[in-house]
């Protein structure tokens, strides 16, 4: 029984990781989109949101049975439901990159802007790495990847609010460029919300390998964090 939970068990970790890859692609897709201005490769993007959603329930399905028929202990137990909350996230990642595809085909109609573009392609890097680093901790349940992982987060929030000020200022000036600045302000808060569910899939690292339920993400544990940092940078 031991044998076939194990070969079970690492059939399970391999279905997450190819979802797990595939949600990277998919960001890494969005963002090439959103700064090629490639309203054809954002097409691409969300004709294959499916696939993810796809693999979330096949996910779900083969987790359920696992426990059904295997009645596994509580250290196993853990790692599945850490798998099985960990895909979730995995999903609304898929969501987010369409999200980014979206507002990639309306800014494909708009002339650059590279002081707000830059940053957000940052932003964009600093959450792919951020997924990147978080899957491979999952393999070797690394803990102090997960919390590194978690604290990267931060910046992604200090650069989601120093944008979401400038791309406010835009807005109020109005023009022509409105509906840009507008997509703009979508992308930067679906990467905000990325970064989130990132930090979550740290936190089921965390469970899976202690048991421990605890909350990584910088702004939710200190809410002022971002502030003090923010005017201690000025």
Not at 39 to 57: F, R, Y
């Amino acid at each position: 029984m031991g044998a076939i939970f194990d070969d079970e068990l690492k059939r399970l970790r391999s279905h997450f990781m190819e979802m797990g890859i595939d949600a990277s692609e998919q960001i890494y897709q969005a963002t090439k989109a959103f700064t090629d201005h490639d309203a054809t490769l954002a097409d691409k993007v969300l004709n294959a949101d499916m696939k993810i959603n796809d693999e979330e329930v096949s996910l779900e399905k083969q987790a359920l049975k696992l426990m059904a028929l295997q009645n596994p202990v509580a250290t196993d137990f853990r790692k599945i439901i850490s798998i099985l909350k960990a895909s979730t996230d995995i999903e609304r990642l898929g969501d987010y990159s369409t999200h980014i595809a979206r507002a990639a085909i309306t800014l494909s109609k708009f002339e650059h802007h590279e002081e707000i573009e830059q940053p957000i392609e940052q932003m964009m890097m600093i959450v792919r790495k951020m997924l990147e680093r978080i899957l491979d901790a999952y393999v070797y349940t690394d803990e102090q990847v997960a919390y590194e992982v978690a604290n990267d987060d931060l910046k992604v929030d200090l650069l989601y609010v120093k944008l979401q000020k400038e791309i406010m200022k835009a807005l109020v000036k109005g023009g022509e460029d409105v509906k840009a600045y507008e997509s703009y302000l979508a992308v930067i808060r679906n990467l905000e919300r990325a970064g989130d569910h990132i930090v979550n899939l740290a936190e089921w690292i965390i469970y899976s390998g202690s048991g421990k339920l605890v909350e990584l993400n910088p702004g939710k544990a200190d809410p002022t964090l971002v502030r003090r940092k923010l005017t201690k940078d000025k």
